[in-house]
């Protein structure tokens, strides 16, 4: 067969597991000793390091700046592979891959769950939705008031058939619950209201608030978005003040709190890298940055808090001469014409096998068939988006990482880290034990090193 210019990533569901010892146990206190009470998390979906970079280089004398001067700026920092946002977001929420907690898409087959609205009988194995097409009406700014229940997979749990939850999903805890288990406010801002449940842990209890208003309700279009976005920001500032996302009661200033913006995520996707556009989204964001640090210093606890910004997915191409489109049917022949239960692909091919003994066959086609050395493609030929998430390449994986207090010096750090590595670091800012997290245990997750 002709070697085709295509980079074919194969999820091996076979389950080999990232194995490590308990990350050693840090102080990640305050210059006179004292711990920080707040830290707030904001990822910029879809932001490059270079983005961040070239940004701050223009405008010397923006929050991203600030925030650089301020804090340890990472610049070899790596999200979740996939580079998608539910393994982004529960990486940074964990501490753990997606081997680890699960959680490989929003979008996924999994072999041991049924389909939705059925009754458990029957071969298992069925596509796992977590988008807004598990709200009951996703054209609702809020999602149709919850959860379509008949939309979810279902699980056999001593012997009954239940509908699974977004946060049933993930195999281990997040950081939300063990504050929540410490008596500590949370309170989390995401894009889709039923799906990103899944944020609130295992229990279904790590937060105080989620705060999820749909964006797939909106045009897909940048001032909208940045309409949207403005949601979370008002969210941001209300928790600031002790209130709750709308501003209507007092639920106490969260110790760990903050959310996303879509903007820059939606003007990479459908403008493009650079573009007018996408320089009024992150020039939003870096105002809307701006207004949470007024309002922890109007609040008087900007020095107790730790401020982290990331993203949780880059987009690929960042330079749009290096598109190419594939054609995603060609993509079985690639893998030897084995039977393929489910295929999802953007910018990387994911497959899940009929059968898995076909694994080393298809692995071994794809390989052989493969040249890895353009960058670029994309798996669709529809041109409704000029960049796409997903794969495992620079483009995709190389975010920002900022750790910021205005008690830190200015560092920047080359070393490589990844996003995981956010999760036992705002524990450990909270003076609690990163080990409570339990991909921590299981892959040995590290501190920042911030101090």
């Not at 700046?65 to 804090?71: K, M, N």
């Not at 489910?342 to 066959?361: C, E, I, P, R, V």
Request: aromatic share 8%; glycine share 8%; net charge negative.
């Amino acid at each position: 067969m002709k070697s085709i210019s295509i980079t074919i990533s194969i999820a091996l569901m076979m389950g080999a597991l990232a194995l490590g010892s308990a990350a050693e146990v840090k102080s990640c206190r305050r210059s006179d000793q004292s711990k920080f009470e707040h830290v707030l998390l904001f990822s910029i979906d879809g932001l490059h390091q270079a983005d961040l970079a070239d940004y701050i280089a223009a405008k010397p004398k923006s929050t991203f700046a600030g925030l650089v001067d301020s804090g340890v700026e990472f610049t070899n920092a790596d999200t979740s592979k996939p580079s998608d946002s539910f393994p982004g977001l529960v990486a940074q929420l964990t501490g753990g891959h997606p081997v680890t907690t699960g959680v490989w898409y929003d979008i996924w087959y999994d072999r041991s769950l049924y389909t939705p609205g059925s009754d458990c009988t029957g071969a298992p194995g069925t596509i796992t939705t977590f988008t807004q097409l598990i709200d009951i009406d996703p054209k609702d700014i809020n999602g149709g008031g919850g959860t379509n229940l008949t939309a979810l997979p279902r699980i056999l749990k001593d012997g009954k058939c239940e509908p699974l939850y977004p946060h049933q999903y993930p195999r281990v805890n997040n950081l939300f619950q063990i504050a929540r288990s410490h008596g500590l406010v949370t309170a989390w801002a995401d894009k889709h209201t039923a799906a990103y449940d899944i944020a609130r842990g295992t229990d279904g209890q790590g937060l105080t608030e989620l705060y999820a208003p749909e964006i797939a309700s909106v045009p897909v279009e940048v001032n909208a978005t940045i309409a949207y976005d403005t949601l979370h920001v008002n969210a941001f500032l209300n928790w600031i003040k002790g209130k709750d996302a709308l501003g209507e009661k007092q639920i106490g200033i969260p110790s760990v709190f903050g959310g996303n913006f879509q903007a820059v995520n939606v003007a990479q996707k459908n403008v493009g890298t650079p573009s007018a556009a996408l320089s009024q989204a992150i020039d939003f964001v870096d105002a809307s940055l701006g207004k949470v640090v007024a309002a922890l210093k109007a609040a008087g606890i900007y020095e107790e808090s730790v401020i982290i910004v990331s993203a949780i997915n880059g987009n690929s191409p960042r330079d749009m001469n290096e598109i190419k489109r594939v054609n995603p049917a060609i993509l079985p022949a690639v893998l030897g014409n084995v039977s393929i239960s489910y295929t999802l692909t953007h910018d990387a091919g994911m497959f899940f096998l009929a059968n898995q003994s076909d694994t080393f066959k298809a692995a071994s086609s794809a390989y052989a068939n493969a040249d890895t050395s353009e960058p670029g493609t994309l798996f669709d030929i529809s041109e409704a988006d000029i960049a796409v998430h997903g794969g495992f390449n620079f483009d995709d994986i190389n975010v920002p990482l900022i750790v910021s207090s205005p008690l830190f010096k200015k560092q920047k750090m080359t070393e490589h880290v990844e996003t995981t590595q956010i999760a036992p670091t705002i524990l450990c800012l909270l003076d609690l034990d990163p080990n409570e997290l339990e991909a921590v245990q299981i892959e040995g997750t590290k501190v920042l090193p911030i101090f």
